[in-house]
T-cell receptor
Framework: DAGVTQSPTHLIKTRGQHVTLRCSPI?????VSWYQQVLGQGPQFIFQ???????GRGNFPDRFSARQFPNYSSELNVNALLLGDSALYLC?????????????FGDGTRLSIL | AQSVTQLDSHVSVSEGTPVLLRCNYS??????LFWYVQHPNKGLQLLLK??????LVKGINGFEAEFKKSETSFHLTKPSAHMSDAAEYFC???????????FGKGTKLSVIP
């Protein structure tokens, strides 16, 4: 079975631009979470979506938004990019809205801001 | 609020010797605890999880961890290191009833041949 897939794998943008990152969860998984991992740090929680609704949000500005589609895939959008947004963005999926179920991570999208 | 502290940013061991990666946690509620591993330019792979069952948890690739509530610790161990174990390891806490994972800063494990 395919794991969590993210696209693109790498992306280069300039300050002020907008970016959209995409995630396809493991088949049958309805919950998707997004994390930001800055170089040298652990991942930080951005959003969790379940059944197309936002169920949790981390401490990130309103420039960050996301949505989940009927097929449970998800997009993360970031507006007005800043240099500090340069990071690895990770998507994780899990089968049900049960915190005891482990999350399965994709390989991430590496975003570089020039 | 919950948090984790990984006590070593870098651990270096010789191949065939034991591995110990230390983690202390802080949580107001009964936590779930995890260890994830990240190889270079890769996503995160779950090694093991503790969710209030047995305090000694066995994971993949010979790793195990012991939950010690009195010490608020969840250290990761392996009896004999292999070259393929070289990676970044993250201790992770999740508060009961919450979906949000809180990661430590990571411990980079180097294995010397």
């Amino acid at each position: 079975d395919a794991g969590v897939t993210q696209s693109p794998t790498h992306l280069i943008k300039t300050r002020g631009q907008h970016v959209t990152l995409r995630c396809s969860p493991i088949s049958g998984h309805k919950s998707v979470s997004w994390y930001q991992q800055v170089l040298g740090q652990g991942p930080q929680f951005i959003f969790q979506y379940y059944e197309k609704e936002e169920r949790g949000r981390g401490n990130f500005p309103d420039r960050f938004s996301a949505r989940q589609f009927p097929n449970y895939s998800s997009e993360l959008n970031v507006n007005a990019l800043l240099l500090g947004d340069s990071a690895l963005y990770l998507c994780a999926s899990s089968p049900v809205r049960d915190p005891n179920q482990p999350q399965h991570f994709g390989d991430g999208t590496r975003l570089s801001i020039l | 609020a919950q948090s984790v502290t990984q006590l070593d940013s870098h651990v270096s061991v010789s191949e065939g010797t034991p591995v110990l990666l230390r983690c202390n946690y802080s949580s107001s509620y009964s936590p779930s605890l995890f260890w994830y591993v990240q190889h270079p330019n890769k996503g995160l792979q779950l090694l093991l999880k503790y969710t209030s069952a047995a305090t000694l948890v066995k994971g993949i690739n010979g790793f195990e961890a012991e939950f010690k509530k009195s010490e608020t610790s969840f250290h990761l161990t392996k009896p004999s290191a292999h070259m393929s174990d070289a990676a970044e390891y993250f201790c992770v806490v999740r508060r009961a009833g919450s979906y949000q994972l809180t990661f430590g800063k990571g411990t980079k494990l180097s294995v010397i041949p």
